[in-house]
């Protein structure tokens, strides 16, 4: 067993060193194969780190890019590819390295997303008004000819194009073109149209402006829009028709100036181009016969003024001649531009500040005819005839009321009819008659006023009716005598007419003295009113008079007689010997103020009162010897 046992040991012991290499060349190999693993590991790691370490810089330069491209994007406005920049540096920004860049460029990006919100609403609201005026335009184009409606088109055109250039979209833009292209190629077909129609009316057209209006509105619409070849040809003929049609009518219009200016050899020169022009022998034969008649009509003429200028030189003693100047007068009735007759019309004009009667001329009315506005005429003693209307500012000066005598029928009007526009007219020193006066037949005025006169130092007798009535203007009378008149010796009516009546006397008239009514006015002072077939001085109808240092005496009626709500002022006032009462005052509007009144030995009351008039002063008013008394109210 031992022996066994040392054999095995021995066998044990003999094998044990190659299971020993065994073992070890095992444990090498796996060692060798752990280190290759450990070191690929190694590698794999190291390799890993590199990558993820170059992941991170990538990363960090793609966000860099990215925040380049948002703010370049940003700068072009290009919101969208701004938009995906900045989400991209934002995912890509792991360590927040870039959040502050990344916040400004949202920032950035919420304003011009704002503003090109606000922009598209501009923007759609731009074109929903172009579409509108675009519709607009349609609605015009349907109901009317284009030409109707040119004015509006051109504003709602202008409308157009400034909203095109705010902006809009292609689409709108190209609506826009549209109507544009449209009414360009209405417009086009009307000019057309109106074109043909302008030919059509040249045909029958005469005078010269309508002539160049046509000629003038072919040429401008022919220039305006191209037009077919065949209508040019036919706007090119009725052109050379026109202009030519026009020259003629120019040289006939020159031909008639000609003859007008009696430019003889012009005329004649005109006709000679109406038959170049190949105007009609007819016609050409009716102008030469025209020249012909108004030439010889001209030399008789020129005869005619030589031979009158002739007797005006041997009539012509550089005073005023009436003779004389009747033959310039002549002179330029036939021939107006005569240079001569003119200067010495001029020449003598100067001598008609001033005119004699009789001496530069016979009588009045030619004395009226003759002498300027604002000048003279002297009438010498004497007596002399007149039914004449003056419409021009004059003075007649007589030699004194029992020297110079002018007498009327006033068969169809006035004496004297005062009636110019301007200035003044002053007669002085002379007497006016009426006669052959036959009661109710004639009543015209003896001196009619309807602007603005005076008197002075004369009498006016006899007046078939009134002896002076003004009906508009102002009278002033100074030292002047008015008596035996058919009806009032003076009248003065309505609101426009005015009376100064100053040391005058008015005497035995057949209706009032001094007759204020209609709402006329005026003064009469140091007068006296005597004897009148009515009242002395009437004042109604809301007149208003200054009575002063008057008397008024010895009337049919009453002395001085106020109603119908006028004013009077009566100062130093003497009514006595009146058939009726002094002083009448009647309706409650009247108005009165007196000042030292006397009324005495009136057949009636001093003062008779109807109605409740407004009277200051009548207590300081005197009455004598009056047959029923002071005062008498009713």
Known sequence: MRAEEACSTRTQKKGMPWIKIAILVTVLMIAGAVAVQYFKWQETAASEKRLAEQSAVQRKQNSRKAVEDAQNFLKQEDLARAERSILLAEGLDTDGELSGDIFQLKAKYKILKAKADEELEALKKREAKADEIISEINNL???????????????????????????????????????NSQIDTSRREANIKRLQN??????????EEEVAGVLKAIQARAARHPIPAELQEKIANASKE??????????????????????????????????????????IQQYRLRFQELRAHAEKRDRRVQMLMGEFKRMDTSRFNAAAFSKLDQILEMAPEHAEALALKKRLSTTLDQIRVPGDVADIDEAVKWVNSGGRILLGEGLFYAEIELEKSLKIEGQGVNKTFIESKCAHGPAIYIKQKEGKVNIKGLTVKGIGYIDDQHRHALILVASNASFENCEFVKAPGHGVAVISGKLEMMGCKVSQSGWDGVTIKGKDS???LTDCLFDENAEHGVDFWDGSSGTVFRSKIASSSGSGLVVTGGSRVTLAQCTVEKNRETGVYIADGSLVKMDKVLSQGNLLSGVAIQGDLTSVEMSIVASAGNDQAGYFIQGNPTIHGLNQATAENNKQGKIVRK
């Not at 302008?198 to 005078?207: D, F, G, H, K």
């Open 198 to 207: 302008l030919l059509a009316e040249a045909v029958l057209l005469q005078t």
């Open 141 to 179: 184009l349907a109901g009317a000819e284009i030409e109707a409606i040119l004015p509006q088109l051109e504003n709602k055109l202008s409308s157009l194009d400034q909203i095109e250039k705010e902006g809009v979209s292609d689409a709108c833009r190209k609506r826009i073109r549209q109507i």
């Open 498 to 500: 005015q009376a100064a």
């Open 242 to 283: 026109l202009q030519q049609r026009l020259q003629t009518i120019q040289v006939v219009k020159n031909f008639q100036v000609n003859l007008s200016k009696e430019n003889w050899i012009d005329a004649e020169q005109s006709i000679t181009a109406m038959e170049s022009l190949g105007l009609g022998d007819a016609q």
